[in-house]
């Protein structure tokens, strides 16, 4: 079936309350979205997906919850002061900024942009006139180095010495507090580390939505290990994050791996999750084996031992780090575009729906008195009470079949319709979203029985 372009996403997802362009109303902050009611709603489910598969369900493995705003000296330990940058270059003739990787790989349509050195770039960019994407001509400045974070100042005085970043990772939260979360739950190793929060990065290039915003939330998880130890929990991590996305109800056709031959700093492999999205394919997770590089730089730069003394056999030695690291709007994005369908129904006429699996509904259930004047009190009970369990919409207006579709296009699996049966028998007729099949059961099994199909 034929994907739903971007734009028409876009409209949707505004106008049924999932995602809003920021600071619309004073005509937008480029590449800066807000969830909304619904949105924020997926969102949390798909967090607490993440924390039973990576928290719960794991041994040995602590979420914390860090500070956006560190130490400055961490931003220059991790190397993002120095080497945090993208390659940009200007359009001479239109004034646009391009990243010269991106110019490079939409005109080959290929990667080969990611594995090439600055020279390399500009040489390959007059040699094959790489047309500028907006107005078709090939001249550019040359590429200069842009650093990626966003910084602030802390007290009073616009003093260099008073700089702090607005992160660009969580995973710098994780590491500083390795030795603390070490001692304080006798951890040893291997075990990991996972934290949920916002990263901030200055990007010029165009978003994709919400694809590549300024400002994003990542799920990620650091897993400390032995040296020696690494390369078989970087597979394991690499599997795990598809099967992490297969559970979400990602298709494995949509998804791929893309092993990296360009390395970031502190990585000796990496590998990224790849959705294909309309736009095309795009890294949703990355897997990193960071080596002892990111401990070893906090213990050089804060002068702080990092080294973990193994009880089994009195070693001390400084951890490696494997990272699985979750884009969670990425991931939001997707998901979206994977639950988005336009059925054609046997009446000929059309319905959108949007197909997410139960857990990660935003609503899991919407209540409906077949007429107004007669079963809103009853309606209105049953949903007061079913509040006490789960998410539940109340909606009271126009026909049943227009309430149903916009059940459905909000993703709700089931709809719950009360009438004269409800009164008289205690009984009421529940929808199924994707069959649009209806039966009737007690009013007392409802709560088992939506509770029973929402587990993750
Ligand atoms: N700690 C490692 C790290 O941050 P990364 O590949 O730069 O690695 C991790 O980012 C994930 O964060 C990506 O896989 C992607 O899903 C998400 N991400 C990165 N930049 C983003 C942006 N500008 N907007 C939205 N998501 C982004």
């Given amino acids: 079936m034929e994907q739903i372009s971007m734009e028409k996403m876009v409209n949707y997802l505004k106008q049924y309350g999932f995602i809003f362009q920021g600071s619309e109303i004073y005509g937008g902050l480029a590449n800066t979205w807000d969830y909304g009611p619904l949105g924020s709603r997926l969102k949390n489910n798909v967090k607490d997906a993440w924390r039973k598969r990576f928290i719960q369900q ?28 993208d390659p940009l270059l200007d359009c001479k003739e239109c004034k646009t ?29 007059k040699e ?65 580390i996972g934290q949920i929060g916002k990263a901030f990065r200055n990007e010029i290039t165009p978003g994709n939505f919400t694809f590549r915003t300024i400002e994003f939330e990542q799920m990620e998880y650091q897993t400390f290990c032995k040296k020696g130890e690494d390369e078989a929990l970087y597979n394991y ?4 994050g598809k099967k992490f996305y297969m ?32 736009f095309g394919w795009g890294e949703i997770n990355g897997t990193h084996n960071r080596t002892d590089f990111d401990l070893s730089r906090h213990q050089e730069y804060s002068s702080v031992s990092q080294e973990y003394l193994d009880p089994d056999t009195n070693e001390k030695y400084i951890p490696y780090i494997i990272e699985s690291t979750y884009g969670l709007d990425r991931t939001i994005l997707a998901l979206l575009f994977n639950a988005y369908e336009e059925e054609e129904l046997e009446d000929h006429t059309t319905r959108e729906v949007l197909k997410f699996p ?56 089931w709809s719950l319709t009360v009438d004269d049966e409800t009164i008289k028998n205690n009984t009421v007729t529940i929808r199924d979203r994707d069959t649009m099949k209806q039966m009737i059961i007690p009013l007392d099994e409802v709560v088992e029985y939506v509770e029973k199909r929402i587990k993750f």
């Fill in 97 to 125: 900024r391009h990243r010269a990787d991106n110019l490079i790989n939409d005109f080959t349509n290929s990667s080969k942009g990611d594995a090439m050195t600055e020279e390399e770039m500009m040489d390959f960019i």
């Fill in 358 to 413: 139960p857990f990660l509904a935003p609503m899991k259930i919407s209540v409906f008195p077949l007429i107004k004047k007669y079963h809103s009190e009853k309606a209105r009970e049953i949903y007061n009470m079913l509040c006490n369990y789960f998410m539940v919409s109340y909606d009271e207006t126009g026909s049943i079949g227009k309430r149903y579709r916009r059940a459905d296009a909000i993703g709700t699996p």
């Fill in 58 to 85: 794991r041994q040995n493995a602590y979420e914390v919850d860090a500070d956006i705003l560190m130490h400055p000296r961490v931003w220059e330990a991790s190397g993002h002061v120095g080497s945090f940058s």
């Fill in 247 to 278: 559970d979400l109800g990602l298709p494995e056709e949509k998804l791929r791996f893309h092993d990296h031959e360009k390395l970031a700093h502190y990585a000796k492999a990496a590998c990224d999750i790849e959705y294909k999205f309309p």
């Fill in 128 to 192: 094959n006139k790489v047309p500028c994407p907006k107005c078709g001509k090939s001249n550019f400045t040359d590429i200069r180095q842009f650093n990626l974070m966003f910084e602030t100042q802390r007290g009073v005085t616009k003093d260099r010495k008073n700089r702090v970043y607005l992160r660009p990772e969580n995973a710098q939260g994780e590491y500083v507090n390795f030795l603390n979360v070490q001692r304080s739950m006798r951890a040893k190793l291997p075990f990991s």
């Fill in 237 to 240: 991590f690499k599997e795990y």
